[in-house]
């Protein structure tokens, strides 16, 4: 995206979406691939995102504009299965970041990390929503953001106990932002089980573990 900045151009918000980690979050959640139910609805996240601008709009006395971001990695062979999922978010307002997928370290981390330096160092930045399912790579990053703006990490509760118990960054769960799923997740953790119990899912097949050597 153009970084060539109007010297009167409004303050940003921010939000960049962390594609593969929140998938493997929800992933683990539904201890499965996402039906249609379970696949976040992104016009509902950029209504969100847009009250969440306004709000900090009239709190900074500022005029503010949004701007989103997702990320993605597309696994060679599949962008005949992506494209309808890219051009819908593309529909919605969002702007698309997208890799291939050639590799374990071909992973969209430090794209997205150069995205919000870009928009730092153009002096709009007034606000930073990262969404993912736990947050950890973007951590120190965002801790250091935390300091001159107000940062929002979006993810899950039980990926991402260190943003929930953060002092300086918010967090969100991605499912109390209204109309993102259009079921409740199925969620279970160690802390609210059933009495009769419950099954927890394996977070990756047990054959990855012939390609971990």
């Given at each position: 995206m ?21 998938d493997m ?24 995102l ?16 949004a701007?989103?971001?997702v990320?993605?990695?597309?696994v ?38 150069e ?6 160092e ?20 965002l801790?250091?953001?935390?300091d ?6 979006i993810?899950?509760r ?20 209204p109309?993102v ?11 609210n089980?059933?009495?009769?119990g419950a ?7 047990l054959t990855?573990?012939?390609n971990?050597?």
């Amino acid at each position: 995206m153009s970084d060539v900045v109007p010297p009167d151009a409004p303050g940003l918000v921010l939000l960049v979406w962390d594609a593969p980690n929140v998938d493997m979050g929800l992933g683990s959640i539904l201890g499965g691939r996402p039906t249609a139910v379970y696949r976040p609805r992104f016009d509902a996240l950029g209504r969100w995102l847009l009250g969440y601008a306004a709000e900090l709009s009239v709190s900074t006395n500022d005029t503010l504009e949004a701007e989103a971001t997702v990320f993605t990695n597309i696994v060679p062979g599949t962008s005949d299965n992506v494209r309808p999922w890219v051009e819908a978010l593309r529909n919605v307002g969002f702007a698309v970041f997208a890799k291939p997928k050639t590799s374990e370290d071909s992973d969209v981390d430090d794209d997205m990390l150069e995205h919000i330096d870009r928009r730092a160092e153009s002096g709009r930045l007034a606000g930073v929503v990262v969404a993912s399912a736990d947050g950890q790579a973007f951590r120190e990053p965002l801790e250091e953001l935390a300091d001159e703006v107000p940062v929002t990490v979006i993810g899950f509760r039980e990926h991402a106990t260190w943003a929930v118990q953060h002092d300086t960054i918010r967090f969100l769960d991605l499912e109390d932002i209204p109309g993102v799923f259009r079921e409740p997740l199925p969620r279970v953790s160690l802390e609210n089980l059933p009495d009769e119990g419950a099954w927890l899912q394996p977070l990756r097949p047990l054959t990855a573990l012939l390609n971990s050597r």
